[in-house]
T-cell receptor, first 111, second 115 residues
């Protein structure tokens, strides 16, 4: 079964707005990663946050992790049409174990 | 650095036929994964290799799926015979097994359609 569950399943916003996606998971983890997937393309790694970290930033991306609630959020600020894609959270039980993905959030950014 | 390479990019076959996918991971990456992604879902692990040894194949349907990584570099995934429900994107990923870098690098995937 899927470990992570993203919320919402789909999100539509205007260019320039912020987009927030949430992820919940069930078991203890070593790290949580966010990936982007454009239609028909492979997965692109966005950011990794370890279980002992609470927040990370990368450019317009901000990720938070709350291990007590087993949840994470991905914030994309000042969205662009090029951000239109599916976003997946994935958890790893330890450093090199396979990732367990959620079903993803489909983000549409309208110009 | 060159990314993870996969071929073919697309494949259409009839049910009960066989098909093979190829993956070349990033140079130096000892760990290789095959994931299956059904439309509308996230990727699901099929098999994990560490060099040329299998680490986890618990979710691989072994009656029809097989995979190998003979020299610890390239890998092939085979389906024989294919079923309609095997229609999916097959993703190969690799990671450098050392230190604290756990990011997985994904190839473009092979989109399989079984008719």
């Amino acid at each position: 079964s899927q470990q992570g569950e993203e919320d919402p399943q789909a999100l539509s916003i205007q260019e320039g707005e912020n987009a927030t996606m949430n992820c919940s998971y069930k078991t203890s983890i070593n790290n949580l990663q966010w990936y982007r997937q454009n239609s028909g393309r492979g997965l692109v790694h966005l950011i990794l946050i370890r279980s002992n970290e609470r927040e990370k930033h990368s450019g317009r991306l901000r990720v938070t992790l709350d291990t007590s609630k087993k949840s994470s959020s991905l914030l994309i600020t000042a969205s662009r049409a090029a951000d239109t894609a599916s976003y997946f959270c994935a958890t790893a039980l330890s450093g090199n174990t396979p990732l367990v993905f959620g079903k993803g959030t489909r983000l549409s950014v309208i110009a | 650095e060159a990314g993870v390479a996969q071929s073919p990019r697309y494949k259409i076959i009839e049910k009960r036929q066989s098909v093979a996918f190829w993956c070349n991971p990033i140079s130096g990456h000892a760990t290789l994964y095959w994931y299956q992604q059904i439309l509308g879902q996230g990727p699901k692990l099929l098999i994990q290799f560490q060099n040329n040894g299998v680490v986890d194949d618990s979710q691989l349907p072994k009656d029809r799926f097989s995979a190998e990584r003979l020299k610890g570099v390239d890998s092939t995934l085979k389906i024989q015979p294919a079923k309609l429900e095997d229609s999916a994107v097959y993703l190969c990923a690799s990671t450098f097994t050392s230190g604290s870098s756990y990011e997985q690098y994904f190839g473009p995937g092979t989109r399989l359609t079984v008719t």
